[in-house]
């Protein structure tokens, strides 16, 4: 955010971010909390499958990476449950 702040300070409008890879830790909500709408190419979980589907990671290595995207996205839950007291609508 130290980026959009300093754009922003020079009288600049940021409404959006372009990244290549979404790394899935939560960076799409907190520039969500600042207005900003993110644009990604991959995720993680995406190049992660990709790379064990071309044999250059282990099937070790892919739950490895699955792991912690899945606590990511879990603790995202938590927080939109204790921020705004949303209930899932399906299992996780």
């Known amino acids: 955010m130290k980026d959009v702040e300093a754009v922003r300070a020079e ?3 940021v409404t959006d971010a372009v990244v290549l ?3 899935e830790e939560n960076g799409e909500a907190n520039l969500a909390k600042n207005g900003i709408k993110l644009h990604y190419l991959l995720t993680a979980t995406e190049v992660a499958y990709k790379l064990y589907d071309m044999d250059a990671i282990t099937k070790d290595q892919l ?3 699955l792991k912690q995207v ?3 996205v879990e603790h995202l839950h938590e927080l939109l449950v204790s921020t705004f007291g949303l209930v899932p609508t399906r299992q996780m």
Do not use: M, Q, T
Request: net charge positive.
């Open 11 to 13: 009288g600049s409008i």
């Open 21 to 23: 890879l979404d790394r």
């Open 63 to 65: 739950n490895a990476i």
């Open 70 to 72: 899945k606590k990511e």
